[in-house]
Each structure stands twice: as C-alpha cells, then as structure tokens.
C-alpha cells in the first residue's frame, strides 16, 4: 500500500507541477448544449463554517430547484468530485439533483495542517455532516434532502440518519459498510484462495504469516495485500491494468478544475492522514448491532467484485434493515464503485427510484432490471 501511496503522489506532483500555470482552484464547469452556464443552474467551490471548522463544498446542478443531494466520499481523505466528472457517460447526477460534494474534515480542501487529525473522531466528523445537511436544508429551502454515501462515506452516512432521520427523504449507499472488521477476514479467505490459484507463492508465504485471529490482525501487514488486490479483482501483485486504474486516477485529480497546484499537496496529505488516522476507527464499530431501524427507505448498491467491502456482508445488513422502502442493487461488472464503473445503469437507477420517491410510486421493478438485483 506504501508503495502505491508513493507512485500516485509522485505521478500527481510531477504532473501537477507540469500544468502549474493553470491557476487557482476554481468551480466546475457545468455548461449547456450551446456551451453557456445552464440559466437556473448553480455551480460553486465555497468555504462553510461547520461545528466552527472550515471546510469546503462543492456545489453542482442543472436546476437550483432540483433536489438537494449530499454526497459523502469515501476513503477516508478521498473525495470523489474529480471521478465524478470524469466517470465516462453523459448522464450525471447533477442531471436531475442539486449535488453538494462535501471535501469531509481531514481531507482534499478541508485538510489544514492545524487539525490534530491524531484525535479526530468519528462521531465530529458525524456532526459536521449533520450541520451540513441542515444548511443545505435551510439555504435551498428544502424540508428534507438525499444523502448518498460511498464506502466509508456509508459509514458515516448510517450514523448520520441514526441522529437526524428528518433530515432525509433516502438514502443511496454505495459499497455499504457494515463489519468491517468481518470484511477485512473474509477478503483475508478469498486473497489467499486467489494466491493459492495463481501459485503466488511470494503472496502465500506473506499471508501465511498473518494470524487471523490475532487482535492486531489488521495492523501486521494484511492490509497492503488487501489494497493491491482491490486494484484488480482478484488478482495478485502489480498487474497491467493496475497501472492503468492508476493512473486514471491520477489524470482525474490532476485535470480537475476545482484544484490547484497548491491545492493538490493538500489532497495528498489528506489523503495519507486520514488513511493512517481514521481508517482504523471503522473496524471498532459492527454497524448491524445497532443501526437497522430507519425511517426512510433505504437503497445499496454494490459491485459483486468488491472484496474492499464485502458484498455478501452488504446483503446481509440490508436484509436485517427495517425501512419503509429498501432495495439492493447488484452490479455485476463492478467492484468497489459501480457509480464509476457501471456509470450509466447506476445513474439511470438513481433516476428512477428518484421519480418514484418524488411521485410517491411504489417501488415496482422493471423486468428489464430484474436480473440485475437480488
């Protein structure tokens, strides 16, 4: 995992050095068919004071009237903006919604080098995006908002209906967290399983010496196994492709107009602080105990590749949830993030359950969509 953190740094420095001359960060370009700014629409890169931090947003949409929706990135110290407008399809989420793209406490934009990130916790990070939610409320003049979250951003995203469901109209979780204590085991089976296969024997004799079992099971080495096999289902070592998913996610920051070159030093740090800080305050909590009676409905979707989170886990949390609505939808060319890797389906699905929760229509499946879904 060092090894990975130090190649996109590097290739991100390099680059980002290269277009220094493209000046300051600025808002996302969100123009029509005449390439003109959409006459209702809104498009900002904007400082907000929550829980009296700084921290920044991004604000997109077609229609200032549309529904709000907040998006909660994953990592921890990794926002998506950038991926987003660059995940290769037409259709966006801005199409339909008013998205606020929160750069959380810690990471991209919000990243100070005054923050003792060290003693941050899981539960201020929750505040902040309950403050959040509520301005968002209050400035749009909207009684209740969506709330969609990836990967670590669902863990938040759980916590954040638990204190606040009227806030909420639903809730999209993308690559649902649940245990991810459990998870990080069960993909601990499948990677040595995969190295078994593949003869991998360097990958085996490594594996090998993790106790599974061990208390500090996730801080001797397992996790560095687990992020290069992320990179490529199931494969093992540096493959090809991982090169090219790197890379792709190096050009995506690098290109993207809301960052600067000072900007980009921010992100990495960010990223490499709260990936050692606050990834470890996931695995002390088993969301399932707790929270599965919500008030608003409740969708997951999931690419039945992810080992990062796991999928099997992911059902078994939604079939516990108790929710007025819920649906689980399967993605079945995807791993850890369908809404990159599957684009167009998951943008057309948001669509449609955004129409029916708009219009009050139950939840009836397409039968186009059937085979899609568990």
Same mark, same amino acid.
């Given at each position: 995992?060092?090894?990975?953190?130090?190649?996109?740094?590097?290739?991100?420095?390099?680059?980002?050095?290269?277009?220094?001359?493209?000046?300051?960060?600025?808002?996302?370009?969100?123009?029509?068919?005449?390439?003109?700014?959409?006459?209702?629409?809104? %498009?900002?890169? =904007?400082?907000?004071?929550?829980?009296?931090?700084?921290?920044?947003?991004?604000?997109?949409?077609?229609?200032?009237?549309?529904?709000?929706?907040?998006?909660l990135h994953g990592g921890p110290?990794?926002?998506?903006?950038?991926?987003?407008?660059?995940?290769?399809?037409?259709?966006?989420?801005?199409?339909?919604?008013?998205?606020?793209?929160?750069?959380?406490?810690?990471?991209?934009?919000?990243?100070?080098?005054?923050?003792?990130?060290?003693?941050?916790?899981? =539960? =201020?990070?929750?505040?902040?995006?309950?403050?959040?939610?509520?301005?968002?409320?209050?400035?749009?003049?909207?009684?209740?908002?969506?709330?969609?979250?990836?990967?670590?951003?669902?863990?938040?995203?759980?916590?954040?209906?638990?204190?606040?469901?009227?806030?909420?109209?639903?809730?999209?979780?993308?690559?649902q967290i649940s245990d991810q204590?459990?998870?990080? %085991?069960?993909?601990?089976?499948?990677?040595?399983?995969?190295?078994?296969?593949?003869?991998?024997?360097?990958?085996?004799?490594?594996?090998?010496?993790?106790?599974?079992?061990?208390?500090?099971?996730?801080?001797?080495?397992?996790?560095?196994?687990?992020?290069?096999?992320?990179?490529?289902?199931?494969?093992?070592?540096?493959?090809?492709?991982?090169?090219?998913?790197?890379?792709?996610?190096?050009?995506?920051?690098?290109?993207? %107009?809301?960052?600067?070159?000072?900007?980009? *030093?921010?992100?990495?740090?960010?990223?490499?602080?709260?990936?050692?800080?606050?990834?470890?305050?996931?695995?002390? =909590?088993?969301?399932?105990?707790?929270?599965?009676? *919500?008030?608003?409905?409740?969708?997951? *979707?999931?690419?039945?590749?992810?080992?990062?989170?796991?999928?099997?886990?992911?059902?078994?949390?939604?079939?516990?949830?108790?929710?007025?609505?819920?649906?689980?939808?399967?993605?079945?060319?995807?791993?850890? %993030?369908?809404?990159?890797e599957e684009a167009e389906r *998951?943008?057309?699905?948001?669509?449609?359950?955004?129409?029916?929760?708009?219009?009050?229509?139950?939840?009836?499946?397409?039968?186009?969509?059937?085979?899609?879904?568990?």
């Amino acid at each position: 995992m060092k090894l990975l953190f130090i190649i996109i740094a590097i290739l991100i420095l390099i680059i980002s050095f290269i277009l220094l001359l493209k000046g300051e960060g600025k808002a996302v370009k969100l123009l029509n068919e005449n390439s003109k700014p959409y006459e209702n629409g809104i %498009s900002t890169r =904007e400082k907000v004071l929550l829980n009296g931090v700084e921290q920044y947003i991004f604000i997109v949409g077609k229609n200032i009237n549309n529904p709000i929706l907040l998006f909660l990135h994953g990592g921890p110290g990794f926002p998506e903006l950038p991926l987003a407008c660059n995940k290769g399809t037409d259709k966006q989420l801005e199409d339909k919604f008013t998205v606020c793209y929160w750069e959380q406490r810690g990471a991209g934009l919000s990243y100070t080098s005054k923050e003792d990130i060290k003693n941050l916790t899981v =539960e =201020e990070i929750v505040d902040n995006g309950i403050e959040l939610s509520d301005y968002l409320r209050k400035r749009f003049n909207q009684e209740k908002i969506y709330l969609m979250g990836h990967s670590w951003g669902t863990f938040l995203g759980i916590k954040i209906l638990w204190k606040k469901p009227e806030y909420f109209k639903a809730y999209f979780g993308i690559g649902q967290i649940s245990d991810q204590t459990l998870s990080e %085991s069960i993909g601990y089976v499948k990677l040595l399983e995969s190295a078994e296969k593949k003869k991998n024997n360097i990958v085996l004799k490594r594996l090998r010496k993790i106790n599974i079992n061990a208390l500090n099971f996730l801080d001797i080495g397992y996790l560095e196994l687990m992020y290069k096999r992320w990179l490529n289902k199931g494969n093992i070592g540096i493959q090809d492709n991982q090169f090219r998913y790197i890379l792709k996610v190096v050009k995506d920051r690098i290109l993207f %107009s809301g960052y600067s070159f000072l900007d980009t *030093f921010k992100y990495i740090k960010g990223m490499y602080y709260s990936s050692k800080y606050i990834l470890p305050l996931i695995y002390d =909590e088993n969301l399932m105990q707790k929270y599965y009676e *919500f008030e608003m409905p409740m969708y997951f *979707f999931h690419g039945i590749y992810d080992n990062l989170v796991s999928y099997e886990l992911a059902y078994d949390y939604y079939e516990k949830i108790k929710a007025p609505r819920k649906d689980f939808f399967t993605f079945y060319l995807s791993e850890h %993030s369908p809404q990159v890797e599957e684009a167009e389906r *998951f943008t057309n699905k948001i669509f449609s359950l955004l129409d029916k929760l708009e219009n009050n229509v139950e939840d009836i499946r397409d039968k186009n969509e059937e085979k899609y879904s568990n």
